[in-house]
């Protein structure tokens, strides 16, 4: 029997159920949690952060393990701070915290839903910056032994939404804290759309801050209002080749140049150009100002989001050979399933 709801631990807002919910407050909680649900009663068990990034297909057959490990500790050298932060804290709430503190840098990644110890994860970015430039290293825990590992930042692989922790460290590990360091000297980033009208000798930390609030509240729904999880898909990664061909034929068409001669598309705009904006199918949709998200509209399954997600996919690989692929993570009954085998 599952008993627990755990809509409101989603942001997708799926009402589904699990059977149990844990919160850690302490990694002897996160280690006892461990050793009751897996080797006790011989469930799956699934850390979360703010459940941000994840879509729930149906009822979850185990624990739910929230880590709320709570604390940072600030160091100085002549140049930067280096902030140590547990996992457990609010992701958003540390960089209003950084940012009262005199410490800006991390402005532009304000209002990203989660928790620290998710970040590193999927290397979380926005407004052209990403959480690996502040990363220093990250600790992670080994849930069956209890043994400690530090992860430098080179160790981490961090990518575009990528990272090992996406991949070796996936099962029985927890994200325990990481530690970030902050320039002293500020170098506010403001080539993004959006922000381009501010005067770099002139703007200041808040400032962008509040922006960034006006643009996200333009483009993103609430998830209290409309489940959603963000960007539905990963935007794509092209070659050289591709990006001129497509470059050709759609004079319009957002291409961003990153490294070793790769490019970086938008999704949500190759979505858009498949006339999919506000698509509905059954009670799942494509939000109607900005293609990337999906939305449940209040009674979506997972079957619902999953078929919208696959008539995307068809669709924008049908006019521009192009295949997404999912930036959410998918949450089966026993736990997270490649999204290769069902989407
Ligand atoms: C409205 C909205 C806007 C968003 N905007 C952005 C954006 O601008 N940029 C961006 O990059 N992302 C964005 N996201 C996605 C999301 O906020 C991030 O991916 C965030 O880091 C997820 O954090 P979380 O704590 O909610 O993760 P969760 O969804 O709780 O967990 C995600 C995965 O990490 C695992 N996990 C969680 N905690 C730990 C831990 N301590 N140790 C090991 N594994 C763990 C979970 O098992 C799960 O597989 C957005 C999401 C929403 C809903």
């Known amino acids: 029997m599952n008993s627990v709801a755990i809509k409101s631990l989603n942001t997708f807002r799926m009402n589904v159920f699990a059977k149990r919910i844990v919160v850690a407050l302490t990694e002897e909680d996160l280690l006892k949690a461990w050793r009751q649900a897996t080797i006790l009663d011989n469930q799956p068990i699934l850390i979360l952060g703010g459940g941000s990034n994840v879509l729930f ?40 915290f950084s940012i009262n503190q005199n410490m800006p840098g991390l402005e532009n990644l304000a209002f990203i839903p989660g928790y620290v110890g998710t970040a590193p994860i999927q290397n979380i970015g926005a407004y052209g910056v990403e959480f690996c430039q502040f990363c220093e290293y990250v600790d992670i825990l080994q849930l069956d032994n209890g043994k400690k590992y530090r992860l430098n930042k080179f160790e981490c692989c961090f990518d ?17 804290a990481v530690n970030l360091r902050i320039d002293k000297i500020w170098k506010p980033i403001i080539h993004y759309n959006g922000l381009t009208h501010f005067n770099v000798n002139r703007v200041t930390p808040r400032q962008i801050l509040n922006r960034i ?39 319009n068409i957002p291409i961003f140049s990153v490294k070793n001669n790769q490019f970086r598309l938008s999704a949500g705009w190759l979505i858009e150009k498949c006339q999919l904006k506000g698509y509905k199918m059954g009670n799942a949709e494509v939000y109607n100002k900005q293609a990337l998200i999906l939305v449940n509209n209040g009674k979506a399954t ?42």
């Open 57 to 96: 297909l149906e009822n979850y057959m185990g624990t739910i393990l929230l880590n709320r490990i709570r604390g940072i500790t600030i160091k100085e050298s002549k140049d930067a701070w280096y902030l140590y932060i547990h996992s457990g804290e609010i992701w958003n709430r540390l960089v209003n």
């Open 160 to 176: 575009y939404r990528e990272s090992i922790f996406k991949h070796s460290y996936r099962n029985n590990y927890a994200i325990i």
């Open 213 to 251: 609030f006006l643009l996200r509240k333009r483009k993103i729904p609430n998830p209290l209002f409309q489940g959603n999880a963000g960007s539905f898909f990963k935007n794509p990664i092209v070659d050289a080749k591709t990006a001129k061909i497509l470059k050709n034929k759609y004079k």
């Open 302 to 343: 997972g079957t619902e989001l999953i078929l919208l997600a696959k008539y995307i996919r068809d669709k924008v690989s049908e006019k521009f050979s192009i295949w997404l692929e999912p930036e959410v993570r998918f949450i089966a009954s026993q736990g997270e399933i490649d999204p290769s085998k069902i989407l």
